[in-house]
């Protein structure tokens, strides 16, 4: 086996030795992955294979176009579909394998991009500029790629200002000009335009704006000479048309810096909205690249940062790579990135720069500094990086972006600072930004409404109250703006800019706001755009669809303002209006808001509606691990694994079984924290690309939509949160009682229950006890007041939630319609009648609504909500009200009848006192054996909370070996269990299988149900962001029933195996709250130390075979234990049963025989040993 091993590890060694040459050959393979770029070389003639990984070795080219007769690539292909025909195909007869014919096809397109830009420029210049026509100005630009006709634009801009300031003259005349432009293009982009065109017009509009500003700049500040500051400041761009070598013909100046032109394509990328700050920004950085340092842009979520570095990046022709680091990059990571920049000549952007480890960033000081000591040094100088002598290419170039005061980060050491020039990204301008954008997407007013959007959302972050999941910053403002255009466009929507720019911003903002706060919104709104009325979207056949999968699953939804569940149907509309705009969306709700019935209603809703396969992908990070999550990189052979949601994405990219045709939904349903969030960021922003460590970068498909699903995003930075739209589901006002019992009673008629033979027949079983209950459910009913005075009057061991109460009733409910439905089967000749139906449903209703209810609370909690039903309802109470209603059960004929009948009278060997399995039947465990067959049938789980010697351990145990067809595995919990240990229990117990719906897991024993007994479960200790990892992998167990297998990421669906639990409550020391997304799914019972009557159950059997008076000594001890005064500093001194019962078997064992004086002195003795002062 060693020798396998090592000969495995010395084969992955030459594996990347030889992709290490290949990426010598030709650089850009350093940012395609191993596994990939072994697919390519393996294939050496195969264009296909290589086309897939085109878009990540090149900044625009998505696919090539393959000439079959002449085996020539005669054009390339950006992801936005627009063509550009290559001036020399490239011939794959000459050049047959693909590490030929790339670098020939890498040329080629810097060559036709330079030739394409002295073109353009000479068919410009026989334009009367300030004349143009719209058809010749159309018509020019389907002529070129938008890269192109920016870039021309921008060279006659450049010349023209120039060309005025050179004669000692105004720009007042290019302002005019730029004005012209401004005007006809805003009113082109209006019209019927094919994608492509329209995309060039938004740019070209974004560039003049920002061409006006400066003009209007040099026009205020007087400026009539070209070595101007205030003109020299710019960044221009010039054309040398003497210049022999094409791709030498373009250069940018900006100050004293200046730079050729790259020439890379870049397909039509969104232009940036340029305002003073990236102006600074841009100077400050071409003056960093001039003095050959890299370029550090720091400040706060959403200002810009990475943006910046790539739209800069873009003005100068350059392949950008930004790569989202965190602490999983080692030092090896860093470096093979920093190769491939070097040799390529592209720049690198390494975002959130700071999440690496601090001796990480040491290490990779170094390199940066040997990297930019060759580039000062010449174009001749190498470099020795990753263990290898690499030329330099004197273009390449390292920025770092950063988010200081977000938590997880890192100080940079002091000579990693001096190796870049810093810049502070404070707030940007908004109304600048706005009026830009607004422009583009063709709004005449742009200046008037920049200026009221802008002041609108300051006053939105004034005066709204102060939520975490509230971002008004320009990410939200750009989403505003976008869905403005979309609407502006629609043909249907005739209504005024401003009526549109409202209908944007209710569409956008409401979704994440707090009931009190919708009111204040539409405030702000009538103050700000006063006379304008919101005209919400129709969105009536989508709605309809909803309407309709809602009635097939009888889920409570109404589309009537007002009506139960319209809040619900609001929040799913406002699901498909957010994740048409972001293409990330957090879900934000406590547990049993609604928020997974939401996305799932919606997606099964636009799969009929549009006729397009919906797939849902659920993980929770947290249960998983990051490394599963995403992948891990051997330190040794430098071979990387892909993870969960990195196998995921590249599945959908490879597109074998048309993953592309559909909508494809990852849903993070867990906790959020920023240690693997953040890996995200560039995902989730408009680079929609994942960065590995190993280099590569994964393109996010536009039919890929990131949900993430959370009850808080509390520990979520705003990096993240600004990145995504927010839909906000409120527990109290989107999911209410009314909706569930009304979903409840619409199964209860419709849905039978349990299969049989005569199902017309218990169909009409179920209405009876629809028509029964239903009076009880009603708004003004018996259930709802019950819940309230349960939630808000009674204790409860841990947390009450509504949701949680509710779902532990109802299922309570469910079972005693299913009792009923058994009883009828199995006595078909004397079936129950209609009132003796009616009797038992409305008395079992009392029953399940106080052990649901108050089951989570002491006796006294029961009994005043006993004595609340007794004085609320005008069903028939058990005979002696005295007594709680808990103390009786209901008999299949509808009668009342007391649990006390059911307790058995047994007699034991006296060597049996001293076992530790001996269970004496009483009152108490009878009762909790019914509440755990219950949930044992309802396959829910259920957890016994009590004090110490309570007896909880010791029921479940025995009424879970007493059932034939179960077994048991007991799990004890501590402070640092994890889900492996559950794990290794499955792997001992249960067997994988594959079938034909995936793998299952199973109990070994095809007859039989596997029960986890989970002991002290609210012992392991929650992570610094408050998660236990164990609890969330149970309730993912629960409610999803099953889990992802770590070995090899494959789902395991879960075969009759259930959970119960037993804990000590949690005000103990070193206890921890459950999570309330856990507790939903959980029928919580609080066991106390047995009563009076239970006790003398107990040890009456122990003692029975002596004297029958012998209880009377527990009884008066019970009663002095009951008169110590109980402080918190006496509490310790506590008689617990367990110690009562040690004693009592001690007596038995030992003073066998003797009177119950003796015994009484052996108890006082006990009872005194545990006083704390005289008085006791």
């Known amino acids: 086996m060693n020798r396998r091993w090592i000969g495995r590890d010395e084969e992955a060694k030459e594996i990347g030795k030889y ?38 070795m090149f900044a625009g080219i998505m696919a090539v176009e393959f000439n079959e007769q002449s085996r020539t690539i005669s054009a390339i292909i950006s992801r936005e579909d627009e063509s550009v025909t290559l001036k020399c195909p490239v011939d794959l007869e000459q050049l047959p394998n693909n590490d030929q014919w790339l670098p020939k096809l890498e040329r080629e397109m810097q060559s036709t991009l330079a030739t394409l830009l002295g073109e353009s420029l000479s068919s410009f210049s026989e334009f009367v500029i300030e004349n143009i026509q719209h ?117 940018i100046k900006m100050d004293n810096a200046e730079f050729l032109y790259g020439f890379e394509y870049l397909g039509i990328q969104e232009k940036l909205v340029q305002t003073p700050l990236t102006d600074r920004c841009y100077l400050t950085m071409t003056d960093a690249l001039q003095c050959r340092l890299g370029g550090s842009l720091f400040g706060p979520a959403g200002t810009g940062k990475t943006e910046s570095v790539k739209a800069l990046g873009h003005q100068l022709g350059r392949f950008v790579l930004v790569f989202n680091c965190d602490e999983t990059f080692d030092f090896q990571a860093v470096g093979r990135i920093l190769a491939g920049l070097c040799q390529v ?139 403005a255009g979309n609407i502006k466009r629609d043909a249907i929507q005739r209504s005024s800019e401003q009526q549109m720019l409202i209908q944007s911003m209710c569409e956008t903002l409401k979704p994440k706001l707090v009931s009190e706060d919708v009111t204040l919104l539409q405030s702000l709104l009538h103050d700000v755009f006063p006379g304008i009325s919101y005209s919400p979207k129709q969105v009536e056949s989508l709605k309809n669809e909803v309407l309709n999968i809602c009635k097939a699953k009888h889920l409570s939804c109404s589309p009537i303002i007002g009506e139960t569940g319209n809040l619900w149907l609001e929040k799913v509309l406002q699901i498909y209006q957010i994740i048409n705009i972001n293409h990330g969306l957090m879900l934000v709700g406590a547990s049993g808001s609604g928020k997974t019935t939401a996305w799932r209603t919606l997606l099964e809703a636009l799969e009929n509606h549009e006729r397009v396969e919906g797939v849902s992908h659920v993980i929770d990070a947290k249960v998983i691990g990051k490394d599963a999550l995403y992948g891990t990189l051997d330190p040794n052979t430098r071979e990387w694994t892909d993870g969960l949601f990195t196998r995921i994405i590249r599945r959908i990219i490879d597109n074998v079984h048309g993953e592309l045709d559909k909508r494809q939904w990852i849903i993070f349903d867990g906790d959020v924290d920023p240690e693997w969030v953040e890996n995200l960021n560039s995902v989730l922003d408009d680079n929609k690309l994942l960065t590995l460590p ?92 019950c819940l309230e005075f349960a939630v808000e009057e009674l204790e409860h061991i841990m947390e009450p939630t509504e949701q949680r109460l509710l779902q532990t009733f109802l299922s309570m409910l469910s079972f005693s319609v299913k009792q009923l439905l058994q009883y009828d089967s199995d006595h078909p000749d004397f079936p129950p009648s209609e009132e003796q139906i009616a009797n038992f449903i409305s008395r079992s209703l009392l029953v399940n609504l106080i052990w649901a209810f108050a089951g989570d609370g002491s006796w006294k909690s029961r009994k005043s909500l006993s004595d609340f039903v007794g004085a609320s309802t005008t069903i028939q109470l058990p005979p002696d009200q005295s007594l709680p209603i808990t103390d009786y059960f209901v008999t299949t004929d509808g009668d009342w009848e007391s649990w006390l009948t059911k307790v058995p009278q047994i007699e034991i060997e006296p060597q049996q006192i001293t076992e530790t399995l001996t269970v004496i039947p009483t009152l108490d465990t009878v009762r909790h054996e019914m509440l755990l067959n219950i949930w044992l049938n309802e396959r829910k789980p259920l957890i016994l909370c009590g004090p110490p010697g309570s007896g909880k351990t010791m029921t479940l145990l025995a009424t879970l070996r007493s059932l034939p067809d179960m077994d048991v595995i007991n799990v004890n919990f501590s402070s640092f269990t994890t889900p492996e240990l559950l794990m290794k229990n499955f792997d001992h117990y249960c067997e994988y299988r594959k079938t034909s719906t995936g793998v299952v897991l199973a109990p070994v024993q095809t007859t039989r149900r596997l029960v986890i007994f989970c002991d002290e479960i609210n012992l392991p200790q929650p992570d610094k962001y408050g998660t236990q990892r164990v609890i969330s992998f149970m309730r993912q167990l629960v409610e999803k029933n099953g889990f992802y297998r770590t070995t090899d990421l494959t789902w395991v669906t879960l075969e009759r ?91 038995e064992a030992h003073v066998k025989g003797m009177k119950i004086r003796s015994r009484g002195g052996g108890a006082k003795k006990f009872l005194q040993a545990l006083a704390i002062d005289d008085d006791e």
């Open 19 to 56: 992709l290490e040459c290949a990426r010598n050959s030709f650089p850009r393979f350093y940012f395609v992955g191993d596994d990939d770029l072994q697919e390519i070389l393996d294939n050496p003639t195969d264009l296909m294979r290589v086309q897939k990984h085109l878009k990540k």
């Open 694 to 785: 190993n280099g590569e970068r994964l393109s996010i498909p536009p039919n890929v939509r990131i949900i993430f699903e959370v009850a808080d995003r509390k520990f979520a930075t705003m990096a993240t949160v600004s990145r995504c739209g927010m839909v906000l589901f409120s527990e109290d006002v989107v999911v209410t009682p009314e909706m569930l019992f009304e979903s409840f009673l619409l199964r209860l008629k419709n849905e039978p229950f349990i299969s049989g033979e005569n199902a017309n027949r218990l169909l009409n079983i179920q209405i009876i006890c629809e028509n029964t209950l239903s009076m009880h459910m009603d708004a003004n009913g018996l259930v709802p007041r």
């Open 1057 to 1147: 195996i259930q959970f119960v639990g037993a804990c000590k409550p949690p005000t103990d020391p070193g206890r921890n709250p459950l999570s309330a997304r856990f507790l939903r799914h959980v029928a919580v019972i609080y066991v106390d130390c047995p009563g009076r009557t239970s006790l003398n159950q107990i040890y009456g059997t122990f003692l029975d075979w002596d004297c029958e008076h012998d209880t009377r000594f527990l009884e008066e001890g019970d009663w002095a234990t009951d008169k110590v005064p109980m402080t918190d500093a006496k509490k310790s001194g506590t008689a617990q049963t367990a110690d009562a019962a040690e004693q009592a078997k001690a007596i």
């Open 345 to 483: 000549g592209a720049w690198g952007c390494f975002d959130e720069f700071n999440r690496l480890e601090e001796r990480m960033l040491s290490a990779v000081s170094q390199q940066i500094q040997m990297i930019q000591e060759t580039v000062r040094a010449g174009s001749d100088m190498k470099v020795d990086l990753v263990g290898k002598s690499l030329t330099v290419n004197p273009n390449m170039a390292i920025f770092i972006t950063m988010n200081p005061g977000h938590s997880g980060r890192s100080n940079l050491p002091d000579n990693l600072k001096q190796l870049f020039r810093s810049f502070a990204m404070t707030s940007p301008d908004r109304e600048l930004i706005a009026e830009v954008m607004l422009f583009s997407q063709g709004f005449q007013s742009a200046e008037i409404l920049a200026k009221k959007i802008a002041l609108f959302f300051t006053l939105c972050k004034e005066q709204l109250s102060n939520q975490c999941h509230y971002d008004f910053g320009l990410r939200a403002l750009k989403y505003v703006l976008v869905l």
């Open 135 to 251: 058809e010749d100005l159309m018509a020019w630009m389907d002529l070129y790629p938008a890269q192109i006709i920016g870039l021309c634009v921008d060279v006659w801009w450049s010349k023209a200002v120039e060309s005025c300031l050179s004669e000692h003259g105004s720009a007042e005349n290019v302002l005019q000009t730029v004005e012209k432009w401004l005007s006809m293009l805003c009113e082109s982009v209006l019209r019927d335009q094919t994608a492509i065109r329209r995309k060039k017009i938004s740019n070209l509009i974004t560039e003049f704006v920002h061409k006006k500003n400066v003009c209007r700049e040099l026009v205020k500040n007087k400026v009539e000479d070209s070595q101007d500051f205030w003109w020299l400041k710019n960044l221009r761009i010039y054309f040398n048309s003497n210049e022999k070598d094409p791709r030498k013909a373009c250069f």
